[in-house]
Structure formats: C-alpha cells, structure tokens
C-alpha cells in the first residue's frame, strides 16, 4: 500500500521554537510538497521540491525552509514560530509527466503555536 | 492562471440518495484531474484520477467524468450513505510547468440518515 508519512500528527510549540515537520514517502516519487489549509482559505502551497536537494517557492514561502536531502524525505522547517502559523500541515508526493500524476496526501500535522 | 471552482460549497441530502459533485476549470491544458475526499482532521484520500484522455472513472459508487474542452468534471455518488459526509475537493494538474497543480476549495457533503 502506497504510503506518505507525516512524523507528527499533532504538535504544540511556543512562539519563536523551531519547529520540524517530516515527510516520507515510499513510492519513489521525484516530486513532493508542502501545503497548508485553513478553514476558508483552502489548501495553499508552501514548497515544493523536484529532485533531491532543489526546492521550489510556492505562493506562500514566508517564514518557511525546506530540505530534501533524500529522494523519500522532506522536511518543512519553521525557523521561528509564529501564531499565524498555526494550521493544518498537509504533505503530498507525485511522480514525473509523463507518469501518471495521481498525488497522494499524508494525514496531516495540526500545529499550534502558543 | 488555472483556477478551479466547485460549487455549491455545501450540500446536504438524505440518505439513498445519488447526487452529483460539481468542479469547473478554466484552463483546458490539464494533464489529469483527481477527485479527493477530506474527513475532518485528516488528510486527503484520493478517489478517482481521471487522465486528459479519458472521459470517466469508476469506482464502486463513485463515477467521475471530465469533458476538457468546457472545463467541467462531475462527481457521481450514488446511493448515498452517512459514511459518505465529509469534505470533497477536486484538483487539476497542468501540462507544463513545475508549479502545475490547482485545487478547489472543496464541496462539504453532508449525508442525513
């Protein structure tokens, strides 16, 4: 069964924490990324990465890093934690064009920063 | 720009009832289209991923179909049960370019017994 996993589920931090988010898939998927939801705003892309250590800005990047040091891992990264970035942390991996495409999503980590 | 839209934005219906999802795009360059469903607190599950050069999917209940050229999929659920209630967002990926994925802002289906 093909499979995304998010490390944490659910995370409380104080503001100005460094806070690390893991994602690994096991599908051998080039591209992965980062999106956050919040209620009325929908899902809205952080990073993304194609290949192991490049890494693309999505709409939102502020206050966000990444690494993909690895194919199957990578990491969300906030350098210092703010309230406004409590959220929903959704991680989601696809394969290449012209492979099929479908995106798998994680279970998602709920943080709250304090 | 590509953006998608799914309206309504809620929908409740009595059980056993089939009903239809509806998701509008505005660019007809996609290489697919994928159907998800969300259950609060979770992540999204991917039900059906229709490629541009197909008209439907189907699974189990669920039925999905997509004509390009007017930018319109539908979602078809038939015989709808209470386990059916969550949270369903369609998603269009583009031909080109590395940021090449739109989503919608989901459709929250509730399914009354």
């Known amino acids: 069964d093909v499979k995304v996993t998010q490390s944490s589920r659910y995370l409380v931090k104080r503001t100005g924490e460094k806070v690390f988010l893991e994602c690994v898939q096991d599908?051998?998927?080039?591209?992965m990324f980062w999106y956050r939801q919040d209620p009325g705003l929908g899902l809205r892309l952080i990073y993304f990465?194609?290949?192991?250590?490049?890494?693309e800005k999505g709409d939102i990047p502020e206050g966000y890093s990444v690494s993909r040091e690895k194919k199957e891992r990578f990491s969300l990264i906030l350098e210092s934690a703010s309230t406004n970035q409590t959220s929903m942390y959704l991680c989601?991996?696809?394969?290449?064009?012209?492979?099929?495409?479908?995106?798998?999503f994680g279970e998602g980590s709920r943080l709250t920063v304090l | 720009k590509q953006e998608v839209t799914q309206i309504p934005a809620a929908l409740s219906v009595p059980e056993g009832e089939n009903l239809v999802l509806n998701c509008s795009f505005t660019?007809?360059?996609?290489?697919?289209l994928q159907w998800f469903r969300q259950d609060p607190g979770k992540g999204l599950t991917s039900l059906l991923l229709?490629?541009?050069?197909?008209r439907e999917q189907t699974s189990g209940r669920l039925n999905a179909s997509l004509d390009k050229s007017s930018g319109r999929s539908t979602l078809y659920i038939a015989a709808s049960q209470p386990g059916d209630s969550a949270t369903y967002l369609c998603?269009?990926?583009?031909?080109?370019?590395?940021?090449?994925?739109?989503f919608g802002t989901g459709t929250r289906l509730t399914v009354i017994p």
């Open positions: 229709i490629q541009s050069s197909q």
């Open positions: 990465s194609y290949d192991v250590k490049m890494k």
């Open positions: 989601a991996s696809n394969g290449q064009i012209p492979n099929t495409g479908e995106l798998f």
């Open positions: 599908m051998d998927h080039e591209n």
């Open positions: 998603a269009v990926r583009r031909e080109t370019g590395a940021n090449n994925l739109f």
């Open positions: 660019d007809s360059a996609i290489y697919n």
